[in-house]
Nanobody
Framework: QVQVVESGGGLVQPGGSLRLSCAVSESPFRINDMEWYRQAPGKQRELVAKIASGGGRNYADLVKGRFTISRDFAKNTAYLQMNSLKPEDTAVYYC???????????????WGRGTQVTVSS
């Protein structure tokens, strides 16, 4: 199994910054894309950013220019740098790791438990 653990959430004022971390456990699987999602109260979970194993990045329109996803392959860790935070960024942020193996052929997505981000004055 692939274990995913997020950290770095907290309370920040509007305009402030936070850096989230997502650590993935060692496993026999190859880790492919790593993704950050968020879910605000009463809303559906939405994709915020993703980074592929080759380094390609994609962002939701709402966070482009403010959030940056990165990845440290040596540490099996992904990061989400969040700048210019707004109250509407308040949500639980989840990390997901897409994994696979060739023999036997396995594909899956493991989720962390989430970390709360609250943007408020």
């Amino acid at each position: 199994q692939v274990q995913v653990v997020e950290s770095g959430g907290g309370l920040v004022q509007p305009g402030g910054s936070l850096r989230l971390s997502c650590a993935v456990s060692e496993s026999p699987f190859r880790i492919n894309d790593m993704e950050w999602y968020r879910q605000a109260p009463g809303k559906q979970r939405e994709l915020v950013a993703k980074i592929a194993s080759g380094g390609g990045r994609n962002y939701a329109d709402l966070v482009k220019g403010r959030f940056t996803i990165s990845r440290d392959f040596a540490k099996n860790t992904a990061y989400l740098q969040m700048n210019s935070l707004k109250p509407e960024d308040t949500a639980v942020y989840y990390c997901a790791a897409l994994y696979s193996s060739y023999d036997p052929p396995v594909e899956g997505r493991s989720w962390g438990r989430g970390t709360q981000v609250t943007v408020s004055s």
